[in-house]
């Protein structure tokens, strides 16, 4: 099962539309898309526009792959639980969110990591036909080093 989420606080219907789309050109199935608060609907797979957090968790469990904003949480979220994931960072010069604190976001994890990002809609595609190819990303511990911790404030304080 692919899980899509986009964190609760807005919409980010560039990715769900992405996804919906990829969907429909592969007649994929087993998607379930949780969009926050948009007025898109896809047309391709199950969605809702919100989850709880046990839910959340669910179907994080549940999912072979999990493709999502650029959000710390849900990033850590799969690494801890040893999905794939492939992120696409919501853009500040597109209102998707108030600055490239996503982007940054992703560059951090996908040089240090290994994190699968697509930049836009158009590798979005190509990255999650390669994704369903690829072993788990690296997994991680439930708790943080002091170190990671440290690194993690500092990173936040830079962006």
């Known amino acids: 099962m692919i899980f899509v989420t986009v964190g609760s606080q807005m919409a980010f219907d560039r990715l769900i539309d992405a996804v919906d789309q990829w969907a429909g050109e592969t007649d994929r199935t087993g998607i379930f898309a949780q969009i926050g608060p948009s007025d898109f ?33 849900t990033i850590l ?27 940054a976001t992703a560059k951090r994890f996908e040089e240090r990591y290994c994190l ?29 080093s002091p170190e990671l911790l440290k690194r993690l404030v500092n990173f936040v304080d830079s962006v």
């Open 41 to 73: 609907q896809p047309r391709h797979f199950e969605w809702t526009q919100e989850l709880t957090a046990v839910e959340f968790r669910e179907y994080m469990s549940k999912a072979d792959v999990i493709v999502a904003h650029a959000g710390m949480g």
């Open 77 to 103: 979220n799969a690494m801890e639980m040893g999905k794939p994931i492939l992120v696409m960072p919501r853009r500040g010069d597109l209102r998707e969110t108030r600055n490239n604190h996503q982007i």
């Open 116 to 144: 699968n990002v697509a930049y836009d809609e158009k590798s979005l595609s190509t990255k999650l036909d390669e994704l369903m190819l690829l072993k788990p990303s690296k997994r991680i511990g439930r708790q943080a």
